[in-house]
């Protein structure tokens, strides 16, 4: 083994390392078993976890149509000074809508979800293999390499929503475009994102976001 002095509370103490894998294959008496706890740690604290926790959490909520709890985003409120007043004001988004953050965790959601429709993770767990595998993407990897390392991955858009905004854009009179945009504004309270006019993808997550607000007030009618 080697020694190697690791920071513990502002100090450094001598730790000793193992000096090859064959040392701790050996030291296990498992082969393998460096690699396996390498990949291990990778997969928890590279950020290969929390995008998994992701990808099950959108199936779930494609499964279910029930959504994750939010909560406006809270930050000081300033005054005309520019000076703090010692308030918490609702943050703003780039079109003047509240931004929301997550209420709850992917594991409490995906728990509740099922709970609520009486499903279970094992009576689920080929269909999302199926799900996944017609997503057409590599499955998520650990890497070692820092740069490639995430603490969130992007959430990818459902096919559904996409289809559907692909089909509003191609509409060349325009109608459905302006038909949904007046039902946006008047369910979530703002216009549609500039982008969405052009970009498929903006204007699908516009429809997901639509959808998701009508699914919570249908909710709340028996709260």
């Not at 290969?48 to 985003?73: D, N, Y």
């Not at 594991?107 to 993770?121: F, G, H, P, S």
């Amino acid at each position: 083994m080697k020694t190697v002095r690791k920071d513990c509370l502002d100090f450094t103490v001598p730790v000793l390392y193992y000096g090859s894998v064959e040392e701790g294959d050996k030291d296990a008496g498992i082969v393998g078993a460096m690699l396996n706890e390498a990949n291990s740690q990778l997969y928890l604290r590279g950020g290969t976890a929390q995008e998994c926790r992701e990808l099950v959490a959108s199936f779930v909520e494609e499964k279910t149509g029930i959504v994750k709890k939010t909560k406006p985003v809270m930050v000081d409120e300033k005054g005309a000074d520019g000076k703090p007043t010692g308030r918490k004001v609702e943050k703003k988004d780039a079109n003047g809508g509240v931004q929301m953050a997550s209420a709850e965790t992917e594991e409490d959601y995906v728990t509740r979800a099922l709970a609520e429709k009486n499903l279970t993770q094992a009576g689920l767990q080929a269909e999302l293999d199926k799900w996944i595998e017609a997503l057409g993407d590599d499955p998520i990897a650990v890497s070692i390499k820092p740069s490639l390392r995430k603490t969130a991955g992007p959430k990818k858009l459902a096919e559904e929503y996409l289809t559907n905004a692909k089909l509003a854009l191609a509409d060349t009179t325009g109608k459905k475009l302006a038909g949904f945009a007046k039902l946006f504004k008047t369910s979530l309270g703002r216009d549609l994102n500039p982008e969405a006019s052009k970009d498929p993808v903006a204007l699908g997550w516009e429809i997901k976001a639509y959808f998701d607000e009508e699914r919570k007030k249908k909710s709340a009618m028996f709260a």
